[in-house]
T-cell receptor, first 114, second 114 residues
Framework: AQSVSQHNHHVILSEAASLELGCNYS??????LFWYVQYPGQHLQLLLK??????LVKGIKGFEAEFIKSKFSFNLRKPSVQWSDTAEYFC????????????FGTGTSLTVIP | EAQVTQNPRYLITVTGKKLTVTCSQN?????MSWYRQDPGLGLRQIYY???????DKGDVPEGYKVSRKEKRNFPLILESPSPNQTSLYFC?????????????FGPGTRLTVL
C-alpha cells in the first residue's frame, strides 16, 4: 500500500516569511501528486497537482511544488506567506492508471502571525 | 452552483443506532468517495465508487457500508455505530478517474457516537 508522510505537523511563521512543507511518499510506480488546503471551518480545496512534465508546478495563491522523483518527494513552497494562508495543508498521492484509491498525508497545520 | 452536499452536517447518536449520512453532487461526476478525518491521522479513504453500482473498499472500510444506486448520490451507512467512529466525514466527487481529475469535497459531517 502507498503511504504519504508529512514531517512538519505544526508550523508557525511570521508574515512575509518563506514556507516549505515536506511531503514524501512510498510507492515504486508512477504517481499523481496533489496538495490540498483546508481553511478553518471549511472543506478541502485543491492547491496544485502534478501528473507529468515540468516537475515544478504552480498552483493557486502563489503556491508551487517540486516533484523530485529520486527522493519520492513533493514539497510545497511559497516565497512569502500571508496571514490568510493560515490553514491545514495535505499532501495526497494516487497511483497512475486505473487505480482510484487516494492516500492523504496526516496534514501540516500552518499558522501565520501578522 | 456546482457542489457536493452532505447531510446532516452535525450528528450526535448512541452506540448501535443505525444512521445514514447522505452525499449528493450536481456535477454529473462518475467518481465519488468517502473519507474520515481524525487528528494526527489526516484523511483516510473509507469507500469509493467509480460509477453506479460499482463500489470498492478504501483503507478503512470496516463498520461502514455504501451504495451507489444513482449517479448523483453516495450515502454512507453505519449499521451499528461505535464510539471509534466518532470523526469528521467528507464526501468527494470527481469527473472521472481520480488519477487525472480534481476531487471536489463536501462541507463535512461531524459525527459523535456516545
Amino acid at each position: 500500500a502507498q503511504s504519504v508522510s508529512q514531517h512538519n505537523h505544526h508550523v508557525i511563521l511570521s508574515e512575509a516569511a518563506s514556507l516549505e512543507l515536506g511531503c514524501n511518499y512510498s510507492y515504486g510506480g508512477t504517481v499523481n501528486l496533489f496538495w490540498y488546503v483546508q481553511y478553518p471551518g471549511q472543506h478541502l480545496q485543491l492547491l496544485l497537482k502534478y501528473f507529468s512534465g515540468d516537475p515544478l508546478v504552480k498552483g493557486i495563491k502563489g503556491f508551487e511544488a517540486e516533484f523530485i522523483k529520486s527522493k519520492f518527494s513533493f514539497n510545497l513552497r511559497k516565497p512569502s506567506v500571508q496571514w490568510s494562508d493560515t490553514a491545514e495543508y495535505f499532501c495526497a498521492v494516487n497511483a497512475r492508471g486505473p487505480g482510484n484509491q487516494f492516500y492523504f498525508g496526516t496534514g501540516t497545520s500552518l499558522t501565520v502571525i501578522p | 452552483e456546482a457542489q457536493v452536499t452532505q447531510n446532516p452536517r452535525y450528528l450526535i447518536t448512541v452506540t448501535g443506532k443505525k444512521l445514514t449520512v447522505t452525499c449528493s453532487q450536481n456535477m454529473n461526476h462518475e467518481y465519488m468517495s468517502w473519507y474520515r478525518q481524525d487528528p494526527g491521522l489526516g484523511l483516510r479513504q473509507i469507500y469509493y465508487s467509480m460509477n453506479v453500482e460499482v463500489t470498492d473498499k478504501g483503507d478503512v472500510p470496516e463498520g461502514y457500508k455504501v451504495s451507489r444506486k444513482e449517479k448523483r448520490n453516495f450515502p454512507l451507512i453505519l449499521e451499528s455505530p461505535s464510539p471509534n467512529q466518532t470523526s469528521l466525514y467528507f464526501c468527494a466527487s470527481s469527473l472521472g478517474s481520480v488519477s487525472y481529475n480534481e476531487q471536489f469535497f463536501g462541507p463535512g459531517t461531524r459525527l459523535t457516537v456516545l
